[in-house]
């Protein structure tokens, strides 16, 4: 009797951290192969094929998208690298699995979203810090109205990435080049960290209705004069206000200059009954929620399945796609509308049902 494989063939592109972090988050899910991975850095694609036994690497991604017969493929490129892969993909008839956020601006984000509903393949956005398992059980607590109508929200994504450069790891000062490079499409730490903290905004208490931003470049590469050349102007910082439209305010913050941990994540909801707090730079297992009875120690509920083992299993038909491209797009506005905000020193009102353009 012929075995016949019906394995989810994968391929990633880029190899750098998120690329990785895909591939062993892949390698958990049942019945899926990754069969290739590719990067620029080809040395860099080598050494991820080896660590992972992945059979085949490449250091171009039309190359391997042309030898290789996938089911999928992982975004993990650059930013401003990102609408070219995926519209490669989509052009082949590839399912798309793409690291946030979708695109690194909205105009872009408009037509890959179009793309992605014309093709009618399964396109997913990975928000691994919505994935961590504290983040989902506290916004259960959010949903299921433990706190009462949200009258506050404050939430900051802090990153130490000035240590990797100082200590002169080649592809950590890279990716931290790039991250800070308008030049290579970067929207910065608003596109990168802002599409987190507005999707965490989103789910705490609906939509914003007003933004008023600023965005900073506190490192100074830009003033370097072996960078000069290179256009570090992607902001590396930033703090907005927000207004929601259910009347609640809030606050989100996020910078890759940050000292102290490579990450923090930090979460604070206020409610007419009460509030919960997290901070994964002390515990990535609980919150604290505050009621009138008192506060308490909530441990996290272990997640019954990875976004990674979802999308394996929307390809295959056992269940409806979540964290789609759509879903995706609509943070890009508000990131869109913070950005505008900080480049005219303005207090912007908008209302994105209204002024989204699909």
């Not at 990535?284 to 509920?301: C, D, Q, R, V």
Request: hydrophobic share 40%.
């Amino acid at each position: 009797m012929i075995e016949i494989n019906t394995d989810i063939k994968i391929a990633v592109a880029g190899c750098g951290s998120a690329g990785r972090s895909n591939i062993r988050e892949f390698l958990k899910v049942d019945e899926v192969e990754i069969s290739a991975c590719c990067d620029t850095e080809e040395t860099l694609a080598r050494h991820t094929a080896q660590e992972f036994g992945i059979p085949s690497y490449y250091p171009d991604l039309a190359e391997m998208l042309e030898a290789e017969a996938v089911d999928a493929l992982v975004v993990a490129v650059p930013d401003g690298e990102h609408m070219n892969a995926v519209m490669e993909a989509f052009n082949r008839g590839i399912n798309v699995f793409c690291e946030n956020p979708l695109a690194s601006s909205y105009a872009e984000a408009v037509e890959m979203t179009r793309a992605a509903r014309e093709s009618g393949l399964v396109a997913m956005v990975n928000h691994s810090a919505m994935e961590m398992s504290v983040v989902k059980s506290a916004l259960k607590y959010i949903e299921n109205g433990s706190l009462g109508r949200i009258k506050y929200f404050e939430a900051s994504l802090m990153q130490n990435r000035l240590d990797a450069a100082i200590l002169d790891d080649p592809y950590e000062e890279k990716r931290l080049i790039w991250r800070l490079s308008a030049a290579t499409g970067s929207a910065g730490a608003i596109g990168e960290l802002g599409s987190t903290l507005y999707e965490l905004a989103v789910a705490s208490c609906g939509e914003p209705s007003e933004v008023s931003a600023m965005i900073k470049n506190i490192a100074g590469f830009n003033e370097i004069d072996e960078y000069q050349e290179l256009d570090l102007t992607a902001g590396d910082t930033f703090v907005c206000q927000l207004d929601f439209a259910n009347g609640a305010a809030g606050v989100i913050r996020g910078s890759w200059t940050a000292g102290g941990p490579y990450e923090q994540l930090t979460i604070s909801v206020y409610g007419e009954d009460g509030m919960l707090t997290l901070d994964t730079s002390i515990s990535e297992n609980e919150f604290t929620l505050y009621s009138p009875e008192g506060s308490a120690k909530i441990p996290a509920e272990k997640p019954e399945s990875s976004l990674q083992d979802v999308f394996v299993s929307v390809i295959k038909g056992e269940a409806a796609q979540v964290s789609g491209f759509d879903s995706a797009l609509k943070i890009q506005y508000f990131i869109e509308q913070s950005r505008l905000s900080a480049e005219g020193g303005l207090r912007l009102q908008f209302d994105a049902a209204e002024d989204s353009e699909i």
